[in-house]
């Protein structure tokens, strides 16, 4: 798979949704399911939908992704989850 700032971008809007989908449900699994398959099923083809510093370790232990583009992918959702912490957190004091 080709990697470039999309890829990048996409893993980051998509932890973004799917750690705000988590707060906002408030742990309801249902909900958090249905947004893991969402988020998945609209970054897939852009970036190869892993959303999870987990599969992405995964991936490059398989040999599918290089270390470079581990570290991009692994600081893309870590940020997306931050960002949503941060973006849910506003929302509250509103």
């Known amino acids: 798979m080709r990697v470039s700032l ?3 971008l996409a ?3 998509g932890a973004f949704f799917f750690i705000l989908a988590i707060f906002a449900s408030g742990g309801n699994p249902l909900v958090i399911g ?3 398959a969402l988020v998945i099923f609209m970054i897939a083809s852009l970036s190869g939908g892993h959303v999870n510093p987990a599969v992405s370790l995964a991936m490059y232990m398989n040999g599918d992704l290089n270390s470079s583009h581990l570290v991009g992918y692994v ?6 989850g931050a960002s949503a912490y941060y973006a849910y957190k506003m929302s ?3």
């Not at 600081?75 to 997306?80: D, T, W």
């Open 6 to 8: 999309t890829s990048y």
């Open 75 to 80: 600081a893309a959702q870590l940020l997306g």
């Open 92 to 94: 509250k004091r509103a």
């Open 11 to 13: 893993e980051y809007v």
């Open 34 to 36: 249905a947004a893991l």
